[in-house]
Nanobody, 128 residues
Framework: QVQLVESGGGSVQAGGSLRLSCARS????????IVWFRQAPGKEREGVAC???????TYTDSVKGRFTISEDNAKNTVYLQMNSLKPEDTAMYYC??????????????????????WGKGTLVTISS
């Protein structure tokens, strides 16, 4: 019903930048929250950033001041601008949507199983 396609991942050196995109198609209603998650090998999936329908944003502490989530409603696309990248940012990044509003990233991490739709992910690799 809803398709999500992430793009923009790649390999960059520490301190570099990437911008991820999450394009939404199919039934392109605007859910209350659109969330970026990430999962590194051997680690649990965690919420990174969320944007509500009113434009409000929420971030996990480790990316505050470095990452910015934004949206182009006309294009049904959400972006994650990632600056000052660190090796610990290396992960597969996924976008997901649901009808709930953004909560803390700790809560969204716990609730990740309940997200309605997921993209297949885009890989971000940060070298030192």
């Amino acid at each position: 019903q809803v398709q999500l396609v992430e793009s923009g991942g790649g390999s960059v050196q520490a301190g570099g930048s990437l911008r991820l995109s999450c394009a939404r198609s199919g039934y392109t209603y605007r859910p209350y929250c659109i969330v970026w998650f990430r999962q590194a090998p051997g680690k649990e999936r965690e919420g990174v950033a969320c944007i509500d329908s009113d434009g409000s944003t929420t971030y996990t502490d480790s990316v505050k001041g470095r990452f910015t989530i934004s949206e182009d409603n006309a294009k049904n696309t959400v972006y994650l601008q990632m600056n000052s990248l660190k090796p610990e940012d290396t992960a597969m990044y996924y976008c997901a949507v649901d009808g709930v509003r953004c909560q803390t990233m700790a809560t969204m991490t716990e609730y990740s199983y309940g997200m309605d739709y997921w993209g297949k992910g885009t890989l971000v690799t940060i070298s030192s």
